[in-house]
């Protein structure tokens, strides 16, 4: 399996469809003849070379990819890697990514304000609350080039982005929800942990979305109780989209990535010759 255990970096090494000429067909097809990394593709395409991609281009891409993964620069993936495949990305630079996840008083941002957020990424996990350090979670994300959260393409960051205009998110974005419907797991967040035994919800068990608001408002009555309880609440629908992401990069390079290596030589690459 090439996810996210073991060398993190040998799923970008077996991806091909953000290089010249090579589309999702083309690489699954050299994936079949034994091609799996960049060396090996650089050996067939100098020696039969790829359709619609001139050797020139191919090896500057090829380079390019190299020297990106050298320097550790995850925003050149997420520039020429399809959206649809930036769940690529993860295993080679787990360390970079933030899983993030906001409460907030509505589901309009203009409607509602955001009350507690809680970044997890980089050994540390970190939850702002309004009128404490809401203020300073913007340059926290900035130190992260990847980004996941649960629907946060569609509710999270729009709400951030009118909450501090000036917030930029981070350039590669991994939307778990959309990631888990790839598999097969569709519906809540919740419902997904149940369904895989995976997460932990110790001490938070049975809190939703409402209850959460509710939280939100006993704790500005004056409750600090109520607040450590929508801390922990937060924390653990954040900490738990890592075994999550975890769980459908497997999967997915399970599904649709290389299979395990075969013995023999590598074969020529598809329409280049016989």
Same mark, same amino acid.
């Given at each position: ?15 091909? &469809? ?16 034994? &091609? ?41 993936? @997420? ?41 997890? @990424? ?6 702002? &609350? ?37 917030f930029v998110a981070p350039p590669i974005h991994i939307d778990l929800r959309f990631v888990l419907y790839r598999i097969g797991l569709a519906g809540g967040l ?6 895989? @035994? ?32 929508? &801390? ?10 890592e075994p999550l992401l975890a769980f459908a990069v497997d999967e997915l390079a399970a599904r649709v990535g290389p299979a395990p290596a075969a013995r023999g ?10």
């Open positions: 399996m090439v996810g996210a255990s073991g060398d993190g970096a040998r799923l970008l090494r077996a991806t091909f &469809v953000h290089l010249p000429g090579i589309g999702p067909a083309t690489e699954a097809e050299l994936w079949r003849r034994g &091609v799996r990394d960049w060396t090996s593709l650089r050996s067939v395409a100098a020696a039969r070379g790829i359709p619609r991609a001139p050797p020139d281009r191919m090896e500057a891409a090829l380079a390019a990819s190299e020297r990106a993964l050298a320097e550790r620069d995850a925003a050149w993936f @997420g520039r020429h890697l399809p959206e649809r495949e930036h769940w690529r990305i993860y295993p080679g630079f787990r360390e970079r990514t933030a899983f993030l996840d906001i409460e907030t008083t509505g589901l309009s941002p203009y409607e509602g304000i955001v009350t507690v957020v809680t970044v997890h @990424g980089g050994g540390s996990t970190r939850t702002f &609350v309004a009128g404490e350090d809401l203020e300073e979670l913007p340059a926290h994300l900035g130190r992260f080039p990847i980004l996941v959260t649960f629907n946060g393409s569609r509710f999270d960051v729009p709400f951030l982005a009118v909450t501090f205009p000036q919740k419902r997904i942990e149940a369904t895989l @035994g995976l997460g932990d919800r110790s001490g938070v068990e049975g809190v939703d979305g409402l209850q959460a608001v509710r939280l939100w408002q006993e704790y500005r009555r004056g409750s600090r109780a109520a607040l450590d309880r929508l &801390v922990r609440y937060n924390r653990a629908d954040t900490t738990n989209l030589p590598v074969a020529a690459a598809p329409g280049a010759g016989g």
